[in-house]
């Protein structure tokens, strides 16, 4: 399973001086473009994709780096993660740390206004019908992290290219089973005019 990230609207709250960072991680139903109309797919996130996700342990982290500060976690109850009929919503209450003072202090004045979030998919479906293929996440299989970013996490990096090279997999097998299922209509077809 290849682990992948995409990315969402974060706003910030202040509760009684406490630092609060909320948004949807993931928002349900909603097509978005990944790549361009030339090399790329539109992807759409099933409401039941999270039914069964594993979300044990899940930090909030700044682009995705292990190698910066963890800001908020579910394991210390710091983040809660919460599924409704919109998406997963992310809330976070921040420690009053230096580099959390800093992320929030950013986040508030909108240099800093979006999240992504790292996952693997279990379960998906392609449908080629349209003018750029269309994958629907039906089922994500585990919840690496949410992240409070200042780029978009797929637009030319390594996990965006793995996605295209993913979808050309996954299209390539849906081809090869169309092509299977067109054999076998014709080795039927042509037992019916061989038995008469």
Known sequence: MIKETRLADVKFEETEGKMTLEGYAIVFNQETLIGDEAYGFVEEIDRHALENTLMKD???????MDSFLIIARTKNKSLTLSVDNNGLKVHAELLDTQSNQDIYKMVRSGLLDKMSFAFTVEEQSWNKEGKIPKRTITKIGRLYDVSVVDTPAYD??????????????????????E???QVEVMKKKIRIKTNY
């Open 58 to 64: 899940v930090p909030m982290k700044y682009n995705h």
């Open 179 to 181: 092509q299977k299922k």
């Open 156 to 177: 030319s990096t390594s996990i965006y290219a793995r996605s295209l090279e993913s979808m050309d997999v996954e299209l390539k097998a849906m081809e090869l089973e």
